[in-house]
């Protein structure tokens, strides 16, 4: 997932992708992942948002987005 806001169409693809990985793991899996700057907590941090604002956009075809939306949530 970008550490930027997300601009381009695959940077928002990439924040889904994202939020379904988390989904599949362990919230106490993903806060301890702090060995690099931006991991564990500081990613939480910037993928809740993002995936309540991929909800809403529109750039994504819907059949990208609509079984994931579903699962949009992260992990918590």
Same mark, same amino acid.
């Given at each position: 997932m970008p550490e930027?806001? #997300?601009?381009?169409?695959?940077?928002?693809r990439a924040v889904l992708w994202s939020g379904q990985l988390?989904? /599949?793991?362990?919230?106490?899996?993903?806060?301890r992942d702090d060995e690099r #700057?931006?991991?564990?907590?500081?990613?939480?941090q910037r993928l809740r948002p993002r995936l309540i604002?991929? /909800?809403?956009?529109t750039t994504l075809?819907?059949?990208?987005?609509c079984g994931c939306r579903a699962r949009a949530g992260p992990p918590g």
């Open positions: 930027h806001e #997300p601009r381009e169409i695959h940077e928002w988390a989904a /599949l793991l362990k919230l106490d899996d993903i806060t #700057p931006g991991g564990g907590t500081a990613y939480l604002e991929v /909800l809403g956009h075809k819907p059949i990208e987005a």
